[in-house]
């Protein structure tokens, strides 16, 4: 049976869940061919990898939409360049030969917006180590686009390609760091409540958190996969549905910064189910599970890693949370709260 | 002295021309590294080459804003893939390895425009002999965005890059086809003049006619450019400048088709100055020129190839138009004269 897709796209469509798996699945994969030997393609991980020579090159795209532009801990030029490393590093390609980026602009924005945003985005390249190769650049008139849009394409090579849909049972279930930050920065902010400035998005490239785990631990490592649009939840909803295997998720062990705890009770919106931009989950055997908690709390970026359940073999896609007060059956988040949150 | 950007980014800002160029080169370059040995990254080519091993990675991007979506000979999908295909191909990159797309939609958007789209877009990829292998996919409210944009990103590999800045003195400039066809489609529909039943767009892949050409002649072929914004003048402009030398331009052996010049004359639009999306400027070594011309016009993409012009040694980035009736400066045009052309 095709997915269901509504006559008319709703928001919900680009929120990363079910609906907008719908949409992919029926329109955008409708048909679609891949490249001999290619991986990824036709299976909406977070990019594609095509053999080249004894290597993969690894290709992924992103485009950003966030509003508002600028906040708290990061802006549209940060995120636009750690969320397609990230993307990478979540297939295992930290050896990034480059970025491409796109801009389109609406008539009227300000020049220096402009190169606040050129300005972070090649800070933001600098962190992580790589360059924005070639760009492109458009202008629609006022009034046909909010603001800027970005787009990001990247290209990186590696040795072994790591999935989202490859998890085992017995696996660790590992996060690198606190939940909830990005979606919950941006939440505060539109709502306009005054917690906010305690509150700052997590946007970070994770190329050398990454690089130093698999060099660690090589095929310890089962999964990857950064929970952005919809969140933890989603993320690993997608990887276990995806691999055919349950997961058994330790509520009490998730990280959740209080400020992130506060205004997630202030505005009834679940710190599961909302983006995170500098964060990843990875799938662990058991035996390399120290391995990777000392790699990466040794890092600034893994500081707050954390194991936070385990893969089973019940249901395929069934999630089991733990609250620590008992265990109920997760449902699968519809996508993402907020609209435009990367 | 920094080049001129206004305060206020202006539709010009978005053309193809002298405005775009001020905004890329102040803003988006300004700071820019690029990696070891890569070419083109910071010089405004068509994309950027990274040396790997004994051969080329060709990357680059573009985003496609047309208004309208559909029109006559192609739409937004189509583009996209020719866009990116031919991209790559002026820098001699006709060994693709892989497209990402990433698409933007606004809420509301209907879903048998989007099939329609994709179907394009599939139906683009299997003529050109390419694959998308990943992709994303964004909403905006309503209002937020007119209607849908694309962003394609393309990899490609090469043993020789062709740039658009190599021409020497003595090459013959070569247009594969006839000029403005895509604009003045374009331009006839959003004027709704009568003629537009003749006017189709030019939208096409050329990566096999420039393979074709490539293999054989080889460095036989100095530089390439597509002429797309700003059509063949700001095109030919760009590869004077950049090369450093003059070029003689012969007027009466530009070929232009009936009705475009005819909608050209009506709408008061030079067709030198808009957008191809289906041909390229060649400059070729005398030695080669039958043999380029001869391959182009076995190909059907390549029938009405014609020279029209060569490079000449006098002031850089000079061109001389002889109309048949006397020689004239030609100068610079600004840049598209229609928004959202591609």
Known sequence: MKPFVPERISLASGAGGRAMRNLVESIFLNGVTSPPGA???????????????????????????????????GDIGRLAICGTVNDLAMM?????????????????????DLERIQASLQAACAEAGVHVVTGDTKV????????????????????????????????????????????????????????????????????????????????GVTAMKDPTRGGVASALFEMAQKSGVSLLLDGPAVPIRHPVRATAELLGIEPLHVANEGKALIGVRPEALETVLAVLRAHPLGRDAAVIGVVTSGRPGEIVLDTGMGKRLLHEPEGEPLPRIC
């Open 92 to 112: 295992g390609a930290t050896n990034v030969l480059g970025l491409t980026c796109g801009i389109i602009i609406e008539e009227g924005f300000a020049r220096s």
């Open 140 to 219: 629609m008139a006022r009034g046909e686009l909010d603001g800027v849009v970005l787009n990001t394409a990247g290209v990186a090579l590696c040795e072994r390609v790591v999935r989202d849909c490859t998890l085992q049972p017995g696996d660790r279930l590992v996060v690198t760091g606190t939940v909830g930050d990005h979606g919950m920065a941006i939440a505060a902010l539109r709502a306009d409540v005054g917690i906010e400035g305690d509150l700052r998005s997590d946007v970070a490239p994770l190329r050398s958190l990454i690089a130093a785990v698999l060099n660690a631990v090589g095929e």
């Open 39 to 73: 991986v990824g393609a036709d299976a909406m991980d977070d990019g594609a990898a095509i053999p080249l020579g004894n290597q993969w090159l690894v290709m992924t795209t992103d485009s950003y939409v966030v509003k508002p532009l600028f906040f708290p801990g």
